[in-house]
Nanobody
Framework: VQLVESGGGSVEAGGSLRLSCAVSGYTYPTRCMAWFRQAPGKEREAIAT????????YYADSAKSRFTISHDNAQNTLFLQMSTLGPEDTAVYYC???????????????????????WGQGTQVTVS
């Protein structure tokens, strides 16, 4: 499985960006996926998760009401729509895949119990 992010860049505070994560290789159709970010000098943190079977989602407090995670099952592509961006959102953003098969799940379950065994290379988001 390979993950390739795109869509990062520089944006002014208050602006929006949409990140994409193209998934290639065999994946179970129902599984957990996530967006993480790592700011300079800080640990990598999960910001949003989705269970692809039901499209159930879960967000960290920092992302609630501003970010939207979604997954296109036909294209097997993960998205993160970000709005009302601020300097605190400056980070490298990573998508991650849980390779385990899950017939049932939820975004909440994915956030707290996901096993992230595949990562993208990251895409830089800079907000000024």
């Amino acid at each position: 499985v390979q993950l390739v992010e795109s869509g990062g860049g520089s944006v002014e505070a208050g602006g929006s960006l949409r990140l994409s994560c193209a998934v290639s290789g065999y994946t179970y159709p129902t599984r957990c996926m996530a967006w993480f970010r790592q700011a300079p000098g800080k640990e990598r943190e999960a910001i949003a998760t989705i269970f692809t079977g039901s499209r159930s989602t879960y967000y960290a407090d920092s992302a609630k009401s501003r970010f939207t995670i979604s997954h296109d099952n036909a294209q097997n592509t993960l998205f993160l729509q970000m709005s009302t961006l601020g300097p605190e959102d400056t980070a490298v953003y990573y998508c991650a895949n849980d390779g385990g098969r899950r017939d049932v799940g939820s975004g909440d379950y994915c956030f707290h119990f996901g096993v992230w065994d595949t990562w993208g290379q990251g895409t830089q988001v800079t907000v000024s």
